[in-house]
């Protein structure tokens, strides 16, 4: 009995031992020091908000992000996106360990007022913060009013004449409007003391009427011919009034161009709409006649109002030929500009 208490004895003692050899070797190793971590880019900008705090209307603001690379490898900015109203002129595409980059943008207030914020949005390969918005904040101060609105826009037919007034008005005792530039000869603009009748209630220091017109002379389609005027002061110089809108023609034609597509003659019993509207109905206008220069056409001019409006109707027979059509629709008028008016004739016959 004592040998078999003995054998259980140092049996136990080389399990316990052997126990505590495991768990030597199964000990997990100490971590590394921090500096030997693997590290990859990592971004930081300090402030990431600017407020250029109250500046004048029509001022430009500037601003310098400061971009720190705090990371190990290369940080590289792959995109600096502007948010409406903010211009970015240039940033540092790479910037290594350690190491400083810039970011430099602007905005134009000549279009705001009160309170802005405008944002850049960053990307790069920080896996952390691939993308980081960056802010520019200020106080838009107009030093010179525009009333009752900002801009002018008109709607006008070519060949009349159209006038606005809007009302300039400051508190600052400098203030003596001039104009410095019409961007456009067919806009004009005339600047007097504003009367009486013309001055804006409740309204403190000097106000002066701007008469702006449009002339017969100015061209179809898109009117963008905004005004700059000499303020006299000196917190904001200049001022730009946007001048906007359409100038339409006397005779307008929808569609500009008659598409027929693919079609089988006689099988397809295809017809096409032109509608002619003559936008100033004072003075009438008619279609006389409508003809296409692809045979196996025909024409129908219907008046929608005479004098105003007409429908003309194109219609393809069983009698036009196969392949391509490449033509012409010509609408005869009574509108001395516009006496002929072409548009052209597209499909495929099969």
Same mark, same amino acid.
């Given at each position: %009995? ?19 050899? $495991? ?36 001022? %430009?603001?500037?601003?310098? @992000? ?72 200020? %106080? ?9 609105? $900002? ?37 004009? $603009? ?13 309204? $403190?220091?000097?106000?002066?009427? %701007? ?40 005779? !307008? ?43 196996? @056409? ?18 393809? !027979? ?33």
């Amino acid at each position: %009995m004592r040998h078999r208490g003995k054998t259980a004895g140092l049996a136990l003692a080389a399990f316990a031992a052997g126990a505590l050899l $495991a768990f030597a070797q199964d000990k997990p190793a100490a971590p590394p020091a921090k500096g030997n971590a693997v590290a990859g880019p990592k971004i930081e900008v300090t402030p990431e908000t600017k407020d250029a705090g109250t500046v004048a209307k029509g001022q %430009m603001i500037e601003a310098t @992000f400061v971009v720190k690379n705090n990371g190990a490898s290369d940080l590289i900015i792959s995109d600096a996106r502007p948010g409406c109203g903010c211009t970015v002129a240039s940033f540092d595409k790479v910037v290594k360990p350690g190491a400083e980059g810039k970011v430099i943008s602007s905005v134009d207030t000549k279009n705001f007022s009160g309170p802005i914020s405008k944002s850049i949005l960053l990307v790069s390969n920080d896996p952390d913060r691939p993308q980081l918005n960056l802010f520019i904040k200020a %106080m838009v101060k107009p030093y010179v009013d525009v009333m009752p609105t $900002a801009y002018l826009r008109f709607s006008v037919v070519k060949g009349d004449t159209a006038g606005q007034d809007v009302v300039l008005v400051s508190e600052e005792k400098s203030f003596k409007p001039t104009i410095a530039e019409t961007s456009q000869p067919y806009v004009k $603009a005339e600047l007097l003391p504003a009367g009486e009748k013309d001055k804006v209630a409740g309204r $403190a220091g000097e106000q002066y009427k %701007m008469h702006v017109s449009v002339t017969p002379d100015a061209p179809e389609g898109l009117l963008n011919a905004p005004i700059r005027v000499s303020t006299g002061v000196s917190q904001q110089p200049t001022l730009e009034i946007p001048v906007s809108g359409y100038v339409r023609s006397r005779v !307008s034609v929808t569609p500009a161009l008659v598409n027929f597509g693919n079609f089988t003659p006689g099988k397809d019993a295809l017809t096409r709409n032109i509608i002619v509207t003559n936008n100033k109905p004072s003075t009438p206008v008619k279609v006389t006649k409508a003809e296409v220069t692809v045979p196996g @056409f025909q024409t129908d001019v219907v008046p929608t109002q005479e004098g105003v409006s007409y429908t003309v109707v194109v219609k393809a !027979s069983d009698k036009v030929k196969k392949g391509a059509i490449d033509g012409m629709v010509k609408l005869y008028t009574t509108d001395k500009e516009k006496a002929i008016i072409e548009l052209p004739l597209k499909g495929e016959v099969l």
